[in-house]
């Protein structure tokens, strides 16, 4: 029914996550209506990306150049590291401007159905990294599911004797949320993490 080339495109689409066959098909149809202003930048970005980015030989962060951007500025806070689970988490945490110190990324969380087990994440470089003397605090920044949970507890365990505070993100009740649209794990969560107003 389609050619060669158009099948390929769909198929390679469809690879990417949140997209599904029907998705990758809408997108394929969109970029060939559009091969000058779509097609063509797009082909020329992913081929610089390809050539040009590299995983930050600090944090193993996504950069230009390494280390990246983050662990080479200067008027960052070294006294911090912000252990998260993917790159994705560490861009959401910089969209909002609050956290001014530096970041260490997993590359995943331990996982026994996925054959995930320590070796396979970041987790020795971290350890070096948390018995620099100017590191104070190591904070886990991981989702709140079992394997999140259970990767938590690990590096924990593995920090312990590293002479850094530990300290994780809070859970519960996230900002405008209605009590009884919450599951009660959040519930759950955000009784036990409550704390004193006054």
Same mark, same amino acid.
């Given at each position: 029914m389609i050619g060669k080339e158009i099948d390929t495109?769909?198929?390679?689409?469809s690879k990417l996550p949140g997209i599904g066959p029907r998705s990758a098909?809408?997108?394929?149809?969109?970029m060939l209506k559009q091969k000058d202003s779509l097609i063509l930048p797009l082909s020329e970005a992913l081929q610089n990306a390809a050539k040009t980015v590299k995983t930050c030989e600090v944090c193993c962060n996504l950069d230009t150049v390494s280390p990246c951007g983050i662990c080479s500025d200067t008027a960052r806070e070294d006294g911090a590291i912000c252990v998260v689970e993917q790159i994705g988490d560490l861009w959401a945490l910089e969209r909002t401007r609050a956290y001014r110190g530096r970041y260490h990324?997993?590359? !995943? =969380? $331990?996982?026994?159905l996925d054959n995930v087990g320590p070796e396979d994440l970041s987790i020795p470089a971290l350890t070096r990294r948390a018995k620099d003397e100017n590191v104070q605090e190591i904070i886990i920044a991981l989702n709140a599911t079992v394997d999140g949970q259970t990767t938590a507890h690990y590096l924990?365990?593995?920090l312990q004797y590293?002479?850094?505070k530990v300290t994780r993100l809070a859970h519960g009740v996230p900002v405008g949320g209605a009590l009884d649209y919450l599951d009660d !794990? =959040? $519930?759950?969560?955000?009784l036990k993490a409550r704390s004193a107003l006054a």
């Open positions: 495109l769909i198929h390679l689409l098909r809408r997108l394929a149809l969109q990324v997993l590359g !995943g =969380t $331990l996982s026994a924990i365990d593995r590293c002479n850094v !794990g =959040t $519930l759950i969560t955000a």
